[in-house]
């Protein structure tokens, strides 16, 4: 048993060491400054807490003994601790000694050696390095070691302790969303000076956490009166929103609110059909495209000369931005029905790859089709929308309008999941076969999720080129395909307040996040994987992925003693 | 006239003959059954049936209409649904919503009625889910309709899997080992299920199943495949005392079980 311990901790501890090597050397130290090594033994803390957590079922996790899971821990700790710190000292040893190791490994520069050991840069270039840094260092990933124990100690009392959904915990869950609000509200005041020079991140980051918050109110309230009127006053929050952020604040938000339209209609494609599409970029490319031509027709080179010849004046809008709509919609919607068409037959990887190509194609074709669509030069100038005479470019109008978008496309997916449509969809996502022998007419159910996907892509991109005013390819290339599905991913697949909370977190915090620019990217990596191991269901997900993902785990679940073997379980689409 | 005429059905994998030339005929009305040995192709025959595989030859027809070359759904809007030997059911949906499942070609809402919750979408959903809830009680599952298909029990879980195609309203009820699996109480109670269903239904069966006692104590008429070909047909007692269905079979020991 002790013996178990020691080989599994040794075995984490390598793993730990491997991540933070990398840490180390794409230079996090640095950015760090001094507290560099108390972060990474924080992070090492989390590392060794996934971990030594092991398995997910509640049993694994409560039979598990405190003694050897210190062993494990510490092991795992002095394991990792001792390698880092002898890789760190060999290479503070090769720049004490004058050895020039940038040209092989960039980041390993005296600054960032420094950080780790806690010393002033020049210390380590005149050879002074701190005789016990090494050791220092070690010992500050062997108590991450024993750390990640702990909180593993600290999750297993949390989670065997049943939560009363009623009480003090329900209430503050329905009121933080207030709370948060007021505190947005109270910062925009100038005279309020917390946060200092981040007061306006901090204003933003509260916002969001404030919308984000209000989606767990609603679950936390009870269905029927309690819920409705929390829903009216939480939209009367929302509506006070824009007029209370700054331009920046705005225009991040709207930015977050158009990705909702988009995640809210991929929702529908991959959450509740269960269709993978990688190419969904290319109906926002559609929408986008086609408002620039109604819109900025003399942007388009083609498309102009068209209509002189045909005697329309092309110097002007053709439409205004709400005729537009439906145009830029059906557009949109019919090249959902194209695509629809050829993939039809394919499923999982296939469908995936497929239209991957087919997200691709259009970019180019924008790319390439100079005269039509201006290549790579882009359409310019395209109208914000008008009202009265009233101009809705500035970012607060873009963001109510995303906000009203989102919320229309909010209510009908929620009436489509709920309807005959949405219940074949679901049907045919869980097994595309017996869907069908059982009556549901999958050609029809399939390009009608590819077609209403498309349609509120349409729209969102309709949004987006006149938010922007000029709009390129480059706009529209393959990642804002998967910045979508990662937001459906990160919020809880065919979850509708998911897909919300998901561009919260990916398309909002990354802004919030500005102030260590690069290394987001690695934070959001690191994420990702943390959360699909700790909740692969997403962070609010549907009552019925739950379901998928955690049958038997939970509390209340019927103990149904598991068939032989179910027919074959098709989560496609579904694992991504 | 015969509600089920199958004509000399070949089915082919590459160069295995899974079903060659069967003819099969199931009156209204009536409970058939369909028996082999493993790999007879009875299984086969029923994709072949309900529209899964296409054969290469033969014709099906159904109430005087060929059914070749239509796909599932436009089957089961004819009128002919099926279950499953290995359960499949749409186990993240609950019970309720795997029978409405199977009522989808019963319904006619419209994406936009649903959107705006029309008056008529309104009623046939209410009505529809009504319905569900008889079903659900007909087949014995009173009260579990809110919980989870995969969280019920195996039992529970075949009934439900007839309760889903009951949905469809069909005329032809194919069930694939329907007591597969069952302890001999539950076996019973399947037996008086598919009773009822012809008898307070007017549901033709048409059943594959081992378990020689429901077979022999339930059909009108017995079917045996073996190898893909029909060797034998006719009433229970016929088909029992038939030498070539002994052989290829019941076995011996089967038939002195019954003698006695």
Same mark, same amino acid.
């Given at each position: 048993m002790r013996l178990r311990s020691l080989q599994r901790g040794s075995r984490i501890g390598a793993i730990a060491f491997a991540i933070l090597t990398y840490l180390i050397l794409i230079g996090l130290p640095t950015r760090l400054g001094a507290p560099a090594m108390s972060v990474l033994a924080l992070l090492a803390a989390l590392i060794f807490w996934l971990a030594l957590r092991g398995g997910k079922s509640k049993q694994a996790f409560a039979n598990r003994a405190p003694a050897p899971l210190f062993l494990t821990g510490t092991t795992a700790g002095f394991v990792a601790g001792l390698l880092t710190a002898l890789l760190t000292a060999g290479f503070a040893q090769l720049l004490m000694s004058g050895v020039n190791v940038q040209p092989y490994l960039?980041?390993?520069v005296p600054m960032n050696m420094a950080a780790l050991y806690g010393v002033m840069p020049g210390a380590l270039v005149a050879g002074?390095?701190?005789?016990w840094g090494w050791l220092w260092q070690m010992a500050f990933v062997t108590l991450a070691g024993v750390g990640g124990a702990l909180l593993v100690l600290i999750e297993r009392a949390l989670r065997q302790r049943t939560w009363s959904v009623g009480g003090a915990t329900r209430w503050l869950a329905i009121l933080l969303p207030f709370i948060l609000l007021g505190f947005v509200i109270w910062l925009g005041n100038p005279a309020v000076t917390l946060g200092g020079n981040a007061k306006g991140t901090l204003r933003l980051l509260m916002a969001m956490a404030a919308i984000g918050s209000g989606l767990f109110a609603l679950r936390a309230a009870r269905p029927g009166r309690e819920q409705r009127v929390l829903a009216l006053l939480l939209f009367v929050g929302l509506a006070c929103l824009p007029f209370t952020l700054d331009q920046f604040q705005n225009s991040v938000m709207g930015i977050v609110f158009i990705f909702v339209m988009m995640g809210l209609g991929l929702n529908i494609v991959?959450? =509740? *059909?269960?269709l993978l599409d990688l190419g969904y970029v290319a109906f926002f490319a559609i929408g986008a495209y086609v408002y620039a031509f109604l819109s900025?027709? =003399? *942007?388009s080179p083609a498309f102009s000369s068209l209509l002189t010849s045909l005697?329309?004046?092309?110097?002007?809008?053709?439409?205004s931005f709400w005729l537009a709509i439906p145009i830029t919609m059906v557009a949109a919607g019919v090249g959902g029905v194209l695509l629809g068409i050829p993939v039809l037959r394919l499923r999982g990887d296939y469908l995936a790859i497929v239209t991957l190509g087919f997200g691709e194609i259009i970019r180019l074709f924008m790319l390439n089709l100079s005269d039509l669509t201006n290549g790579p030069r882009g359409m310019l100038n395209i109208a914000p929308p008008y009202l009265f005479g009233y101009s809705f470019g500035n970012p607060r109008d873009i963001f109510i309008l995303a906000l009203l978008g989102a919320g229309v496309i909010a209510f009908t997916a929620h009436r489509l999941d709920g309807s005959r449509l949405g219940r074949a969809w679901i049907a045919m996502r869980e097994d595309e076969d017996v869907a069908q022998a059982t009556g549901v007419n999958l050609v029809r159910t399939k390009l009608l999720a590819f077609a209403i996907g498309a349609l509120f892509a349409g729209l969102a991109g309709q949004l987006y080129a006149a938010r922007q005013m000029n709009i390129f390819p480059?706009?529209?290339?393959l990642f804002v395909s998967v910045d979508t599905l990662s937001l459906v991913i990160v919020g809880g697949m065919g979850s509708i307040p998911g897909v919300v909370l998901g561009a919260l977190a990916l398309k909002g915090l990354p802004e919030v996040l500005r102030g260590v620019d690069e290394y987001r990217i690695v934070a959001f990596a690191a994420l990702l994987v943390i959360m699909m191991i700790v909740r692969p269901e997403g962070i609010l997900p549907s009552t019925r992925r739950r379901r998928e993902l955690h049958s038997g785990n939970e509390p209340g679940a019927e103990v149904a003693?598991?068939?032989?073997?179910?027919?074959?379980?098709t989560q496609e689409g579904g694992k991504a | 006239m015969a509600l089920l005429e199958a004509k000399a059905v070949t089915k082919i994998f590459g160069g295995l003959v899974?079903?060659?030339g069967v003819d099969l005929t199931v009156e209204e009305r009536t409970i058939a059954s369909l028996i082999g040995p493993n790999g007879a192709g009875k299984t086969t025959l029923f994709n072949c049936l309900t529209g899964l595989y296409r054969p290469e030859e033969g014709d099906i027809l159904f109430d005087g209409a060929?059914?070749?070359?239509?796909?599932s759904d436009q089957i089961v809007a004819l009128g002919m649904a099926r279950t499953y030997q290995n359960i499949r059911l749409?186990?993240?949906?609950?019970a309720i919503e795997n029978v409405l499942v199977g009522q989808h070609v019963r319904l006619r809402s419209t994406p936009l009625g649903a959107i705006f919750q029309s008056p008529g979408t309104r009623r046939e959903e209410q009505r529809a889910e009504q319905y569900a809830r008889e079903l659900l009680a007909f087949v014995?599952?009173?009260?579990?309709?809110?919980?989870v298909a995969r969280n019920l029990p195996y039992g529970d879980q075949r009934l439900l899997e007839v309760a889903r195609a009951l949905g469809s309203r069909p005329r032809l009820l194919l069930l694939d080992?329907?007591?597969?699996?069952?302890n001999p109480r539950e076996t019973d109670a399947m037996m008086a299920l598919i009773h009822r269903l012809r008898d307070e239904l007017g549901i033709t069966i048409l059943l594959i199943e081992h378990d020689m006692k429901v077979v022999m104590s339930i059909s009108d008429r017995v079917s045996v495949l073996d190898y893909g070909k029909k060797i034998a047909e006719g009433r229970p007692a016929e088909v029992r005392s038939d030498p070539r269905v002994i052989e290829a079979y019941l076995g011996a020991s089967v038939l002195a079980g019954h003698n006695d």
């Open positions: 960039d980041k390993i002074e390095a701190p005789a991959v959450g =509740f *059909a269960g900025a027709p =003399f *942007a005697g329309i004046p092309a110097a002007a809008p053709l439409t480059d706009n529209f290339t003693p598991e068939p032989i073997r179910i027919g074959a379980l | 899974a079903v060659g060929s059914l070749v070359g239509l796909r749409f186990g993240s949906m609950t014995g599952l009173a009260g579990k309709g809110d919980m080992e329907p007591a597969a699996g069952m």
